[in-house]
């Protein structure tokens, strides 16, 4: 049984900073593309974040435009964990952020919800202006 286990969220003021993680269980994120997506209220569940593991070269990254520069995504493979560090948060990054394990067939796929098979619960992230 796959478990995907997101922890991290919280309120934090306009500018401030948060780290999330995603603990995986049941499958090695190394054999996955793993990803980072958010949701907001009446909004549809959009792309922040990926990482993808190749055995010669290492972890590449992806990220959405909207947070480019400020977040980073890491993973630690001994731990078989994947977070994802934000840094000048805005209102505007307030959602429901869900860590998602899959296997896209090209990196253009990997801002696709659809591409994912695994989810986690969701952790939520208010920052106050």
């Known amino acids: 049984q796959v478990q995907l286990v997101e922890s991290g969220g919280g309120l934090v003021q306009t500018g401030g900073s948060l780290r999330l993680s995603c603990a995986a269980s049941?499958?090695?994120?190394?054999?996955?593309?793993m990803g980072w997506f958010r949701q907001a209220p009446g909004k549809e569940r959009e792309f922040v974040a990926a990482t993808t593991w190749n055995k010669w070269i290492g972890s590449y990254t992806y990220y959405a435009d909207s947070v480019k520069g400020r977040f980073t995504i890491s993973r630690d493979n001994a731990k078989n964990t994947v977070s994802l560090k934000m840094n000048g948060l805005q209102p505007e990054d307030t959602a429901v952020y869900y860590c998602a394990m899959g296997a896209p067939s090209n990196s253009d796929r990997l801002s696709q919800p659809a591409s994912y098979e695994y989810w986690g619960q969701g952790t939520q992230v208010t920052v106050s202006s």
């Open positions: 049941g499958r090695t994120v190394t054999d996955y593309a």
